[in-house]
């Protein structure tokens, strides 16, 4: 019998994205791979992206890990950028030994993983220095995001803020028109793009198009996360057609 990977994740309770997109890229993993994978959530409640809705949903963290750590996941991912990085900045390394602990509280410790950690993670072993990013939020939260990655040494040089405060309808977006947007961003020099710095934002239909054209690395908070969870769990972490970072050599 083949040993099954559980993979958890604790997503906003209007998240779908997460939900498609981490299992797109372990499923396609598992095509030059032999690991098998399941996936596993548990939600917390948020509708629309504010400060405020964001704060209270992340108090809703603990309850999330100490129930995916019922099911024996293998590992914890927490699928909400903002939510951390609207926290405060260096937030995820509190927030991953906070969950950490709750599932050792309940006897089932395994690695954390916040998709927030996990961009600065990825962006850092690619080497960038300067990037350029879009995301769906509100200006006042995109500013927020950009001085949490600039906090972490990383220049952001050019972003752009789409300002969708439904969570659900960033959800509802074609990651194709990311493709062309992607073009209204400054990229003169960046080492990286992010194409979409929000886990809800589906975009990992445009990564291989868009890093052809920009010549440089381009990456989403899912591929990034997608990334140190393989990485955490011990595995090669390569992935095709899904950009730089999971092309092989940046284990």
Known sequence: MVEVIKIGQIVPSSNVTMEREIPTLFRARETIFPERFSFHASRMRMKTVTKDEL???DAASDRCALELSDAKVDILGYACLVAIMAMGKGYHRQSESRLRQRTAENGAVVPVVTSAGAL???LQRLGAKRIALIAPYMKPLTRLVVDYIESEGIEVKDYLALEIPDNLQVGERDPLALVELHQRLNVEGVDAIVLSACVQMPSLAAIATVEADAGVPVVS??????WQM??????????????ALL????A
């Open 120 to 122: 600065i993670a990825g």
């Open 230 to 243: 393989m990485k955490k769990l011990g595995l090669e972490p390569r992935v095709p057609q899904a950009g």
């Open 55 to 57: 704060a209270a949903m």
């Open 221 to 226: 908070a899912a591929t990034c996360t997608a």
């Open 247 to 250: 092309a092989g050599g940046f």
